[in-house]
């Protein structure tokens, strides 16, 4: 069966990926199915180095062909070629969508929203992921039994904190290392080399990540929800202060991409409303999660950190229903890039699914290990988990003295039923001597203020 020449171009641009260092003509050649006839092809490899979308190295036989300004990807390929479990093993259906989205911008279709990508989509009657692949994460996934929304992810967040907040800034280019986000979040510790934007863009999602774990039964796929985490993932990061939490207003571009946003105000309004109505009628949990992360970065509701806002959201159902977060563990940035520019350019989710299955098995496999070293939840401490927390901010924050709190606790008790006072007290008192610098977080509480309550104490 003869193959059109879209196909044949975007099968040459697949192999060349694989070689690094520049695919011969018999490289080429032995990896396409059916072997291509040499004339043709050398017709081809010419056509295309004219076009500036390979270029060439060396003279007759020892010329080698590589792509033109995608040294990283053509590493990323290569390894995945060879099956690497270091990196993402893309699907038939996502590496089709990787040859097209890396095509040099030059080559690719201008393109608009498509509202029917959105409209024709039918909750629990559609569905972006397989019945198998959502069984297969459900079963990698749950963390918890029967337990009130946001009981798991409170167990780990000391280490969601760093790991989410991280992963997330890196997506974006952010150059923090772990160890650098790790002293920041826990010890407000900045990098004299580094921006400070990139210091707020990690303590910004230290915030919001706090707010959906603190806040876990009230969010939801609703404008309160999401209007407020991107206030707290965009604050002091855009030009326009009243940008945060808002809608956008103005027509934007996404560089790199030929793929321009809606620019009408009224139906960014209106479609955002349909997303998040969308999501919030989805039941399966990794459905919905993977649904956000489609939508809302493809319709860019904000003026700018939409990517950022679609990954938080996508955390959602997993802290209300007690599974692993997603935390884009060891993500590549660039396949995750070309996810996304997929689903712009082509409304084709195949090659984020295989970022986000792949992702959220590795992120469920680091908290597997967190998991091993928690004990069961005690009860009682769950049950006054809210009382126990705002405590712990009025002693650290009012800078009491060990004599203080014990005062204050002793009121705080008073308040409770009479076989609830003595454990309470022991909970609260246990709490405070376990405290130090690395999980004082929790509590709401500034590095600064635990510093002067700590000397004071």
């Given at each position: 069966m003869?193959?059109?020449?879209e196909?044949?171009?975007?099968?040459?641009?697949?192999?060349?990926a694989?070689?690094?260092?520049?695919?011969?003509?018999?490289?080429?050649?032995k990896n396409l199915?059916?072997?291509?006839?040499?004339r043709?092809?050398?017709r081809?490899?010419?056509?295309?180095?004219?076009?500036?979308?390979?270029t060439?190295?060396?003279?007759?036989?020892?010329?080698?062909y590589?792509?033109?300004?995608?040294?990283?990807?053509s590493?990323k390929?290569?390894?995945l070629a060879?099956k690497?479990?270091?990196?993402?093993?893309?699907?038939a259906?996502?590496?089709?969508?990787?040859?097209?989205?890396v095509?040099?911008?030059?080559?690719?279709k201008?393109?608009?929203?498509?509202?029917?990508f959105l409209?024709?989509?039918?909750?629990n009657?559609?569905?972006?992921?397989?019945?198998n692949?959502?069984?297969k994460?459900?079963?990698?996934?749950?963390?918890a039994g029967?337990?009130?929304?946001?009981?798991?992810?409170?167990q780990?967040?000391?280490r969601?904190?760093i790991d989410?907040s991280w992963?997330?800034?890196?997506l974006?280019?952010?150059?923090?290392?772990?160890l650098?986000?790790?002293?920041?979040?826990?010890?407000?510790?900045?990098?004299n080399?580094k921006?400070?934007?990139?210091?707020?863009?990690?303590l910004?999602?230290?915030?919001?990540?706090?707010?959906?774990?603190?806040?876990a039964?009230e969010?939801?796929?609703?404008s309160y929800?999401?209007?407020?985490l991107?206030?707290?993932?965009?604050n002091?990061?855009?030009?326009d202060?009243?940008?945060?939490?808002r809608?956008r207003?103005?027509p934007?571009?996404i560089?790199?991409?030929v793929?321009?946003?809606?620019?009408?105000?009224?139906?960014?309004s209106e479609?955002?409303?349909?997303i998040l109505a969308?999501?919030?009628?989805?039941?399966?949990p990794f459905?919905?999660?993977?649904?956000?992360?489609?939508h809302?970065p493809y319709?860019?509701?904000?003026d700018?950190v939409n990517?950022?806002?679609?990954?938080?959201?996508?955390?959602?159902p997993?802290?209300?229903n007690?599974?692993?977060?997603?935390?884009?563990?060891?993500?590549?940035d660039?396949?995750?890039?070309?996810?996304?520019l997929?689903?712009?350019?082509?409304n084709?989710i195949?090659?984020?699914?295989?970022?986000?299955m792949w992702?959220?098995?590795?992120?469920?496999?680091?908290?597997?290990?967190?998991?091993?070293?928690?004990?069961?939840?005690?009860?009682?401490?769950?049950?006054?988990?809210?009382?126990?927390r705002?405590?712990?901010?009025?002693?650290?924050?009012g800078?009491?003295?060990s004599?203080m709190?014990?005062?204050?606790i002793?009121?705080r008790a008073?308040k409770l039923?009479?076989e609830?006072?003595?454990?309470f007290?022991?909970?609260?008192?246990?709490?405070?001597?376990?405290?130090?610098?690395?999980?004082?977080a929790?509590?709401?509480?500034?590095?600064n203020?635990?510093?002067?309550?700590?000397?004071?104490?």
């Amino acid at each position: 069966m003869k193959k059109n020449a879209e196909i044949l171009t975007a099968e040459i641009l697949r192999i060349i990926a694989r070689y690094p260092n520049g695919a011969s003509v018999e490289d080429i050649r032995k990896n396409l199915e059916p072997e291509t006839h040499l004339r043709k092809l050398q017709r081809y490899l010419k056509d295309m180095t004219e076009s500036t979308i390979i270029t060439t190295s060396g003279k007759a036989r020892a010329t080698r062909y590589q792509l033109a300004g995608f040294a990283s990807v053509s590493v990323k390929q290569e390894s995945l070629a060879d099956k690497s479990e270091s990196l993402i093993p893309l699907s038939a259906g996502g590496e089709r969508v990787w040859t097209k989205v890396v095509v040099p911008l030059q080559k690719r279709k201008l393109v608009g929203y498509w509202r029917e990508f959105l409209e024709s989509y039918r909750p629990n009657i559609d569905s972006y992921l397989t019945k198998n692949e959502k069984m297969k994460l459900a079963t990698i996934g749950k963390a918890a039994g029967d337990q009130p929304a946001g009981t798991y992810a409170r167990q780990i967040l000391d280490r969601l904190l760093i790991d989410l907040s991280w992963n997330s800034s890196r997506l974006e280019g952010n150059t923090y290392s772990l160890l650098d986000t790790e002293r920041l979040i826990e010890k407000g510790e900045t990098d004299n080399t580094k921006s400070a934007i990139e210091a707020q863009m990690i303590l910004n999602h230290k915030d919001a990540i706090e707010f959906m774990v603190e806040a876990a039964p009230e969010i939801g796929f609703n404008s309160y929800t999401i209007r407020n985490l991107h206030a707290m993932l965009a604050n002091n990061l855009l030009s326009d202060p009243e940008a945060p939490g808002r809608l956008r207003i103005i027509p934007i571009g996404i560089t790199g991409s030929v793929f321009t946003p809606l620019a009408i105000p009224q139906l960014i309004s209106e479609f955002f409303d349909l997303i998040l109505a969308k999501a919030s009628e989805i039941n399966d949990p990794f459905e919905q999660s993977f649904f956000t992360m489609v939508h809302l970065p493809y319709l860019q509701p904000f003026d700018d950190v939409n990517k950022r806002v679609s990954r938080l959201s996508a955390n959602i159902p997993f802290i209300k229903n007690n599974y692993s977060p997603l935390s884009f563990t060891d993500v590549p940035d660039d396949i995750y890039t070309q996810g996304i520019l997929g689903v712009y350019e082509l409304n084709d989710i195949r090659l984020l699914k295989d970022v986000f299955m792949w992702g959220y098995e590795r992120s469920a496999a680091r908290y597997a290990v967190v998991r091993q070293s928690l004990g069961e939840p005690n009860p009682f401490r769950l049950k006054y988990r809210n009382e126990i927390r705002e405590s712990i901010n009025s002693i650290i924050s009012g800078t009491m003295s060990s004599k203080m709190a014990a005062d204050y606790i002793k009121v705080r008790a008073n308040k409770l039923p009479a076989e609830d006072q003595d454990p309470f007290t022991k909970a609260l008192e246990t709490e405070l001597l376990a405290l130090h610098d690395g999980n004082f977080a929790r509590y709401r509480v500034s590095p600064n203020e635990f510093k002067r309550w700590r000397d004071n104490w």
